[in-house]
Each structure stands twice: as C-alpha cells, then as structure tokens.
C-alpha cells in the first residue's frame, strides 16, 4: 500500500495522503512520496491542476511524533529530493479537499494550497506553540487574519471548519460526500479559463500573499533558540505517551525578561 495515492480525472489529478492509521502523518516515506509526486505532477504536460486530501479521520496530523523520538530529533526529516509543492515552484494550481484533522504540519499544507474545500468536522491546529520555543507567528499573517486571530492561530487553539470559514480561510464547507464533487467542480472550473490566464493568475495572486519582513524572520530565528531546547523533545514524548509534560522553560529564569528585540537582530 502506497502512503500517497493517486488518480487522473482527465487533467485533474488526485494526490491522496494514505497512512488513516496514523491520521496521514508526515514521516520519512511519505514526504519522499510527496515530493516525487509533485515533480511529476509539475512537469506533466496532460496534468494542470491537483486536489489534495487525505485517507480516513484525517487530512494530515502534521509530524510523525513517534518517528522524531525514535530518531531523537525533532521536526521530522526533509525529503533529500526538491519539493515543489513546499518550496513554491509549483505554477500549477492546488486545490485543498480537506477530509478531517489538519493539524500542525497538515495545517501548513492547506495553508499552501489556493482554493480549499473542507467537511465541517474538519479540525485546524497551528501546532508550533506546542511543541517550539516559538508559536507559528507567521500563519496568520499569511492568511490576512485580524491580529487576535492571527494570536489565536500562533498560539495553538484549534479552529473549527465552521469557523475558519466564517473568517474567510476556506471557500467551501460541505458535507463529506459533496467533499470530492465539489472540489472537482472548482477543478472544472480552473480548466475552463484561458490555460495562461489560470497560470498567470494563480502566480500574481501567490506573490501578493503578505509576507513577515526580514527583520521579523531574524527575531523569529533567535526567538526559536530562546529556551530550554530540551522541552522541543519533552513536548513530544508527553504527546506520545498522553501524558502531561514537564516543561523546564528557559536555562537560566531571568531569561523570561531578556527577551531579543527587532532592534537587536538588525
């Protein structure tokens, strides 16, 4: 069994992350199967356009937890191969069918797509709060939210399809059988247009998306190292083994009131 499947409608193709047992999370095989998958697809000549979802509960649970404490490193294993999906030098577009959790590393595969469907037990987490020294900052920027929103984001709540919706983060809520049709029909729609209006288009749109500047990703950097880096893996073997987690916070505890201003990375 594959952990990514695929299927052709005509010049729509299918990406379906395959692992329901683990709720699709990402380990080592399936970002290898992804990254290969999307070259192809990126350099079809018959393929223009792609709708990714996933098998069973999930959309993606984003990092494989177990396998990151087998390795005993965190963040999962990037594929060796170039991922044009993940990197943006995907032209074509992509649209996401969203299935169920989507959370953390699921959370930014939708957060990459250009149109999203979602059933309304779908579930979205930005996760990096949980288990970083520094929350995920960057996604609610990205995604045009209000400034609570985009706290709410960063700091770990999770967001209801419903209400990801309300806020203009998905195009479509359905029901799970109206899921795939419908994100066909928008597919249809895509390769209705003029072949160098949609391309052009999908890439003027990605360009004007909002973007921290390089200050902000320089203090986001030392932020990422402001802390006791051993709660990195302490997040989780907690989550692993469902317990509560022993966080120790920071090396020294004056730490807290030292924190790195944009002043002092530029």
């Known amino acids: 069994m594959s952990v990514v499947e695929t299927e052709r409608h005509g010049q729509v193709l299918v990406v379906r992350m395959n692992r329901p047992e683990r709720l699709n999370a990402l380990n080592t095989e399936m970002r290898i199967a992804l990254a290969e998958t999307w070259t192809e697809f990126r350099r079809s000549k018959d393929l223009e356009v792609a709708i990714f979802t996933?098998?069973?509960?999930?959309?993606?649970?984003?990092?494989?937890?177990?396998?990151?404490?087998?390795?005993?490193?965190?963040?999962?294993?990037?594929?060796?191969?170039?991922?044009?999906?993940?990197?943006?030098?995907?032209?074509?577009?992509?649209?996401?069918?969203?299935?169920?959790?989507?959370?953390?590393?699921?959370?930014?595969?939708?957060?990459?797509?250009?149109?999203?469907?979602?059933?309304?037990?779908?579930?979205?987490?930005v996760s990096e709060a949980k288990r970083w020294l520094l929350g995920g900052y960057n996604h609610g920027h990205l995604a045009n939210m209000p400034y609570p929103i985009a706290m709410e984001m960063a700091l770990g709540f999770r967001f209801t399809a419903e209400r990801f919706y309300q806020v203009g983060f998905l195009n479509r809520l359905v029901p799970q059988d109206q899921l795939m049709p419908t994100a066909i029909t928008m597919a249809e729609h895509l390769l209705s247009l003029p072949p160098a209006s949609r391309v052009n288009t999908v890439h003027i749109m990605r360009q004007m998306r909002p973007e921290p500047s390089g200050a902000h990703k320089a203090l986001a950097a030392k932020l990422h190292e402001h802390g006791d880096k051993s709660d990195l893996m302490e997040s989780r073997a907690a989550f692993a083994e469902k317990r509560k987690p022993n966080f120790k916070g920071w090396n020294d505890p004056e730490d807290r009131y030292r924190l790195p201003t944009l002043d002092s990375v530029k």
């Open 54 to 125: 996933g098998t069973g509960r999930g959309f993606c649970a984003g990092e494989d937890m177990k396998e990151s404490l087998s390795a005993g490193t965190p963040g999962g294993k990037r594929p060796p191969m170039p991922d044009p999906f993940m990197d943006g030098t995907l032209e074509k577009p992509v649209i996401a069918a969203v299935n169920g959790f989507a959370m953390g590393g699921g959370f930014i595969l939708v957060e990459r797509t250009d149109l999203r469907v979602a059933v309304p037990e779908a579930v979205f987490e």
